[in-house]
């Protein structure tokens, strides 16, 4: 008997057919239709299909992540050897991330998607979609958690990044590099990440919000002081460099800083926040100073997520700050 794979699809590019208007294709596919496009299929895996959600990848919520971390929880328990999950590339790091939290088994979730529509010649969707299938069914890939399988590689959920627009290869796993990769009809792991940092699913019915706001030369702190007035509850930095910003954003930092936590991140996607290097306004050590809390290297996309993550568990500015410092100690300090 062959082993069980559940497939849940979201949307995206993967599942967009012919246009019904000359402004581009639209959500159209099943998750029964993304299955049938690859016949192989057949011969590794009994696949049960549910179209879980019919999205764009940007209008997934966290609240459907829940959803579907629950579900997928419900299935391993029901005895199905792996998971994939189809939905857009636009998000894919995110929900991939969001769902290596909350996830409690050890059986493998794997994300894919496309960069090619169905319409295109060479459309990547359906590689991509066996590939995964591959990497759900593979033993060592068990214990490793959320992966995103794309373009004949395989990234760890925590590395992950969509780092081109348009291309099949737009994805890239920073600071430590995809985990494995497929080759004939094999998924290969060479490298497994240090623990799992799960997360418990929160019971929030009305989440928090968290802004993230990317910095630039000459900016002020107008915003920053807006979004505190708007009413979010966390705040990440996307800073330059190791950690900077300008000398007239301090200000309003340091005040957002005493009412909610302030997360500076890079800008730059790859490398560690620094935290003891530059001693000038606006530098690492002054937004310490001011309060605020280093991302390590996390990034400033997955740390808005794991500040949401942690608020919505109700989680205080110690536990915040430990939970961003254990992501640079994976084998404790
Ligand atoms: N470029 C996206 C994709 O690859 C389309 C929008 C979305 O992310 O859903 O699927």
């Known amino acids: 008997m062959l082993p069980r794979v559940s497939v849940f699809s979201l949307g995206g590019t993967i599942a967009m057919g012919a246009a019904t208007s000359d402004k581009g294709v639209s959500l159209s ?23 879980f959600r019919q999205l764009p990848s940007p209008d997934i919520t966290i609240s459907d992540l829940e959803a579907l971390a629950r579900e997928i929880d419900k299935r391993f328990a029901d005895g ?8 857009g590339t636009d998000t894919i790091e995110e929900s991939a991330f969001i769902i290596d939290r909350l996830v409690k088994d050890n059986a493998p979730v794997v994300f894919t998607g496309a960069m ?7 459309p990547d969707g359906p590689a991509n979609l066996y590939h995964a299938v591959l990497t759900a069914l593979e033993q060592q890939a068990r214990g490793i958690g959320t992966m995103v399988v794309m373009n004949d590689e395989i990234h760890a959920a925590r590395y992950v990044q969509k780092l081109h627009t348009t291309s099949p290869a737009a994805f890239h796993s920073y600071p430590a590099g995809a985990i494995g990769w497929i080759i004939e009809n094999q998924a290969r792991i060479v490298t497994r990440p240090a623990s799992r940092f799960p997360i418990a699913l ?25 979004a505190l007035r708007a009413g979010y509850d966390g705040m990440v930095i996307d800073a330059t460099g190791g950690g900077h910003v300008p000398k007239a954003m301090t200000e309003a930092l340091g005040r957002a800083a005493t009412r909610i936590p302030v ?18 306004p606006g530098a690492e050590t002054d937004l310490l100073d001011r309060g605020l809390i280093p991302a390590g290297w996390l990034g400033g996309i997955k740390s808005r997520l794991l500040l949401l993550l942690l608020l919505r568990n109700g989680a205080g500015e110690d536990e915040i700050r430990q939970a961003f ?5 994976p084998f404790g300090r």
């Open 202 to 226: 929160s019971t929030a019915h009305h989440g928090p919000r968290v802004v993230r706001l990317a910095v630039g030369l000459d900016e002020d702190g107008a915003l920053v002081d807006l």
């Open 325 to 329: 410092d254990a992501w640079c100690h």
């Open 80 to 87: 199905v050897r792996g998971v994939v999950v189809t939905q």
């Open 263 to 280: 997360v500076y991140a890079s800008r730059t996607r790859h490398g560690e926040t620094m935290q003891s290097t530059y001693d000038f």
């Open 116 to 122: 090619r529509n169905p319409t295109m010649p060479g």
């Open 29 to 51: 596919h099943s998750a029964e239709m993304l299955i049938a496009a690859v016949p192989k299929l057949a011969d590794i895996a009994e696949i049960e299909a549910q179209s």
